[in-house]
């Protein structure tokens, strides 16, 4: 089946620092990616739509020069949390759909900010 | 906002079927209902999805009410590996084919 990876796993940065994280899509091609956010014990909240060869577009109340996305070919997209700080502490989750229009998630970057 | 709502928790005894509801009730003609779970800390896996007939695969059936107002997931035999959250989801038809989280289900399986 359609395999989605993410990179880092898990991360811990300093206050103040960007971490970077990748979504690829193994074995199709994903013209459009999502990224989530989830919080402990809570249900996952998008953040935004991942467009391959345009910008992205974001949900109301997530800064888009906080949470700068990049969807550079149809197989990878990346999210980097700039100047990260502790509230940024969160498991982030992608998807991508493929040309059947199904949708697979990735298995998650958790953040932790120190 | 997620369009559905779902019993927050739920148990069920390993080995007997799991049933879990969800209402869809502003569901339109065109819209799919999708079914993922989450096992902690990780990523949500697909389960199953239809749009008017019930449908079946490995994993466990899905039931429509003729108004597709409301629907049930079932697990046939729930062992313990299927602890997790369950969301129903109804797909946002567009462009961005987005997928729009609700709360879910706690499912639990004791033994």
């Known amino acids: 089946g359609a395999v989605v990876s993410q990179h880092p796993s898990r991360v811990i940065c300093k206050s103040g620092t960007s971490v970077k994280i990748e979504c690829r899509s193994l074995d199709f091609q994903a013209t459009t990616m999502f990224w989530y956010r989830q919080f402990p014990k809570k249900s996952l909240m998008l953040m935004a739509t991942s467009n391959e060869g345009s910008k992205a577009t974001y949900e109301q109340g997530v800064e888009k020069d906080k949470f700068l996305i990049n969807h550079a070919s149809l197989t990878l997209s990346t999210l980097t949390v700039t100047s990260a700080h502790p509230e940024d502490s969160s498991f982030y989750i992608c998807?991508?759909?493929?040309?059947?229009?199904?949708?697979?998630f990735g298995p998650g970057t958790r953040l932790l900010v120190l | 906002d997620a369009k559905t709502t779902q019993p927050t928790s739920m148990d069920c005894a390993e080995g007997r079927a799991a049933n879990l509801p969800c209402n869809h009730s502003?569901?339109?003609?065109?819209?799919?209902v999708y079914w993922y779970r989450q096992i902690h800390s990780q990523g949500p896996q697909y389960i199953i999805h239809g749009l008017k007939n019930n449908e079946t695969n490995e994993m466990a059936s899905l039931i429509i009410t003729e108004d597709r107002k409301s629907s049930t997931l079932i697990l046939p035999h729930a062992t313990l590996r299927d602890t997790a959250v369950y969301y129903c989801i109804v797909r946002i038809q567009g462009g961005s084919e987005k997928l729009v989280f609700g709360k879910g289900t706690k499912l639990t399986v004791n033994p």
């Open positions: 998807s991508a759909r493929d040309q059947g229009l199904a949708v697979h």
């Open positions: 502003t569901i339109s003609g065109n819209e799919y």
